[in-house]
């Protein structure tokens, strides 16, 4: 039995592990890579994955992060079924025809440019007509009913508490006569979220897959939460100014649409003050939420019985168009702005955020997880100022940072979750997670139950026998590709001693074609400045 790690490898994003067991080959999680160019450029490569010797595919749930190249496979030749709940179908439905467009426009956006630079077109990631015959493929199977999709593997999803019918899943393999049971947490989710049911409790395995992305921290809890989220919107409104919140569009938009309502309740929520919900999947998010009660928790389907619905906010509204869209930066006066994505890497969010980042006065609150390499992660860490949309724009609005509303377990619920898996000899890979996350989750899991504990590397190949050490093959040339800094620094000195020798013929150009290259050099200056303060 061997398992290639193929995402969410040291990294939080491009959930996808590929098993090749029974004499069978399938994937659990196919998602998207995010976060800088070099990062992203791994969706390109479908060597890896192989779509057209996969048997099926499980998917955990319905994040892009998990499912964004089910149709870059599709379009590569994978035909098989792709299992998952049935509320993670619909949204998938929604998403996945989301995501082909953004694919489709961010391609055309950058064929008119390369076409102005004489440069050969590129080719979208997939188009809506890949994601389309994705569709078809999708299968729902129910919580806690076992299935075997090919001969030798039996599936059992259970509820694994992060979305809406998300899950993590227990694979049961039988090879030589022998069966192994294997365990993908998915991500899991944090115990008394609002709308969605606890995660349910896993009772044994021989191979834990367990994210670990607050490996190395815990949340702050819902009530402190909520406070400072009031505490950024009365900011804001006393400043007359927006309220942006870059939210995920399945989940945390509605966790955020159902605090208001809590704060609107307590009477801490302006009368006054529009809420805007500019994400047209976030809406479409929001009424599959509603179209599936059977998947949230008790207390929410019980408000829902009683009429008082806390997705239905009474001053929010829906913009759905462009010119909707456009609308809320000419609104005159305060203002709550809910937008994806998330990361701030695409959608409506980067406008919102170039329209007010610069603001003396407005808020932006992240409430998840930011990604390294993306822009959230930066204006998080603080950052003067961030490059968005082909602009340098300032950071001078408030930045609230507020990890109670995040989906994902903290480290202490992820250990607690843990200690109900009862086979001493079971050994853990730590997947979905930054490295410094990891290594903490690492040394406790170790320090508490003598857990024997993996982190996998990106393209990491492991061959699994249970009581046996795993053997392990890396790809440090293709995972990690080494970075020659030295021809890097050599030619950027080299070019600026070239700029040196010509400065004679510089000075000699007319007075407004000096101040457009004083301009670029500026802008080069400024960016070695940001380079050499990371440094």
């Not at 595919?57 to 870059?72: E, S």
Request: charged share 25%; proline share 5%.
């Amino acid at each position: 039995m061997k398992i290639n790690f193929l995402g969410a490898a040291r990294t939080v994003t491009g959930s996808c592990y590929v098993l090749e067991a029974a004499g069978h080959r399938f994937a659990v999680d196919c998602g998207m890579h995010q976060g800088n160019k070099e990062i992203e450029k791994r969706n390109q490569d479908m060597g890896p994955y192989d779509p057209g010797h996969l048997d099926f595919v499980l998917i955990t749930h319905a994040h892009i992060d998990h499912t964004g190249l089910l149709p870059r496979i599709v379009k590569y030749g994978f035909k098989g079924p792709i299992y998952c709940t049935a509320a993670t179908a619909d949204l998938m439905d929604i998403m996945l025809q989301d995501s082909a467009h953004i694919q489709e426009m961010e391609a055309e956006w950058e064929n008119r440019k390369r076409q102005r630079h004489g440069r050969p077109p590129v080719e979208a990631l997939y188009s809506l007509d890949d994601a389309a015959k994705t569709l078809p493929l999708l299968k729902p199977v129910e919580y806690g009913k076992e299935f075997e999709p090919v001969p030798g593997v039996k599936v059992t999803y259970r509820d694994a508490g992060h979305i809406l019918g998300s899950a993590f899943i227990k694979i049961e393999i039988h090879e030589n006569g022998k069966p192994t049971s294997l365990l993908f947490s998915g991500d899991l989710g944090r115990p008394h979220q609002l709308l969605i049911s606890d995660p349910a409790v896993a009772h044994t395995a021989d191979y834990l897959f367990v994210e670990s992305t607050y490996g190395d921290r815990n949340h702050k809890d819902e009530g402190s939460s909520r406070e400072e989220l009031a505490a950024a919107i009365a900011y804001a409104y006393k400043n007359r100014e927006k309220c942006i919140i870059p939210a995920f569009a399945v989940e945390r938009t509605q966790e955020i649409i159902f605090t208001l309502w809590q704060l609107a309740k307590e009477g801490k929520l302006p009368k006054d003050i529009p809420v805007f919900l500019d994400s047209p999947l976030a809406i479409k998010a929001t009424e599959i939420f509603k179209k599936h009660p059977e998947y949230m928790d008790a207390e929410t389907r019980a408000m829902m019985t009683n009429g008082d619905n806390p997705l239905n906010l009474p001053n929010l509204v829906y913009t759905r168009t462009q010119a909707e869209s456009q609308k809320i930066n000419e609104h005159d006066g305060p203002a709550i702005v809910i937008s994806a994505s998330g990361m701030c890497n695409a959608g409506r969010i980067k406008h919102h955020l170039r329209h007010n980042l610069w603001r003396h006065g407005a808020a932006v609150v992240f409430v998840g997880f930011q990604a390294q390499g993306t822009p959230g992660r930066h204006i998080v860490d603080g950052a003067s100022k961030i490059r968005i949309l082909g602009e340098e724009v300032a950071v001078h609005a408030k930045i609230f940072t507020i990890g109670g509303f995040s989906a994902h377990a903290g480290q202490s619920q992820v250990l607690d979750w843990i200690s109900n898996l009862s086979n001493k000899a079971m050994e853990i890979f730590l997947v979905h997670g930054e490295a410094s996350a990891q290594d903490t989750l690492a040394g406790l899991i170790r320090e508490r139950f003598g857990f024997t504990v993996h982190i996998p590397d990106y393209l990491e190949e492991v061959e699994l026998k249970p009581g046996k050490e795993p053997a392990v093959q890396l790809h440090p040339e293709k995972a990690q590709p080494a970075i020659d800094w030295g021809y890097l620094v050599g030619e950027t000195e080299r070019l600026l001693t070239t700029f040196k020798g010509k400065l004679p013929d510089v000075q000699g150009k007319a007075w407004v074609d000096q101040t457009e290259m004083r301009e670029r050099l500026l802008d080069a200056h400024r960016a070695l400045l940001e380079l050499v303060s990371q440094s």
